[in-house]
């Protein structure tokens, strides 16, 4: 039930008019940790069968501060399979033959992966939500 009503929430969210905000929720997954990670992973099926959505899981471990925080979910997003045009991640250079170059944090690679991969939206889930920095937290509904 509470799956269906996020995977709605994300289907009418990736179709609504842009605005200044991100669509946003926050669902707190219970005491049991060890039930975490099965719900995401059921949560996470969910919303790209019934969305044409992308989704990811990060994690307190994951992101100590905002700039680790930006890196792995660029890596997880570039590193599916058929995406090889981002060898260049992790060498952040800023001058190339085509312009600036994105350095290896910058939400940018998201972006361009987003429009290649044609997604209407991309959700990105904290799973340990109560383990978080809460300035990385806050930095990151910031920026995103």
């Known amino acids: ?18 605005t200044l905000a991100i669509p946003t929720g926050l669902v707190i997954a219970g ?21 044409n959505s992308a989704y990811f899981v990060l994690t307190s471990g994951d992101s100590p501060n905002l700039k680790t925080l930006l890196k792995n979910l660029i890596k997880k997003a570039t590193s599916r399979v058929g995406d090889d045009d981002d060898d260049d991640l992790g060498r952040p250079t800023t001058l ?24 209407d939206s991309i959700v990105v889930t904290i799973q340990d939500s109560e383990a978080f920095d ?5 930095e990151m509904v910031d920026l995103f």
């Open 134 to 138: 809460s300035s990385t937290l806050i």
């Open 31 to 51: 005491p049991s940790i060890a039930s975490h990670g099965p719900f995401f992973e059921r949560l996470g099926r969910k919303i790209k069968d019934g969305t």
């Open 1 to 18: 039930m509470t799956q269906e009503k996020i995977v709605s929430f994300v289907s009418i969210a990736s179709h609504s008019e842009q």
């Open 96 to 119: 190339s033959k085509n312009g600036p170059k994105l350095l290896d944090f910058d939400l940018g690679h998201l972006q361009e992966w987003q429009s290649r991969n044609q997604v």
